[in-house]
């Protein structure tokens, strides 16, 4: 029974509490695979911070939890060649890798027109932002998020001179910088996939293009082979549903 004495903001605080948790189990529930599932729900910490990135920005949730499905595909298909701790790094790394949005502008990562080389200098600190907030917890889910974008043209991040002393951290960051970039390249809300989506081949180009520096690193090559596994999945996936969609 409600206490009639109690402040009312108190009520419409925890009313919107429940509401964004329920919304964002939901989210989880229908848009991830098994491996991430299990972690955001059995791992406080991650489920709290990737509940905190749903209330400050959506897109970039459902980005990660996307990047997390491509790493759970990647880790199932690659077996033994990565060990079991390596593996919860990457899955912990690929939900949390874009956590340090948080502390930026909402109206800066929503832009519907041209970045500025303001607003494009605010966005790289992001990367910084998450290993920041994420270190003390996991000191090489850290290194890796700080860094995912170091193997890139116009790279950021976290100097790289902290990395390599991490062999471990070191291989899972360059693996979640080709998952990361693959996603961008399929999601059809990108403002460079609004002409419709890519093909394979296009985005092949793309990721050896962007990441030339690793790009002869025998498990990338095998990563970028095995996405494209995962690229025609997803297409048949989609037109599967389309149909099924089209006959209801």
Known sequence: MRNEFAPQ???DESQGRLEQTSKFENLVLETCYNKPCEIINEDKFVHEHLLELQNHDLATLQHSLEVGNIS???INKLGNKLKEEEAKNLMAS????DYGKTKLDPNILNKKTALSSEDRSEINKHAEASSDS????NETVGLIVGAHHRFQKNSYGIDLDELVKNKEALKLTKILAVVDAFQAMMDPSRPSNRQGLKSMDEISRELNEKFASVKEN?????????????YYQEIKKSKTTTNIIGHS
Request: aromatic share 18%; net charge negative.
């Open 72 to 74: 759970a595909f990647l």
């Open 94 to 97: 690929a939900l949390l890798h």
């Open 9 to 11: 903001n108190i009520y």
């Open 218 to 230: 025998s498990l990338i090559i095998e990563a970028i082979f095995l996405l494209e596994e995962y």
């Open 134 to 137: 994420l270190k003390d917890w």
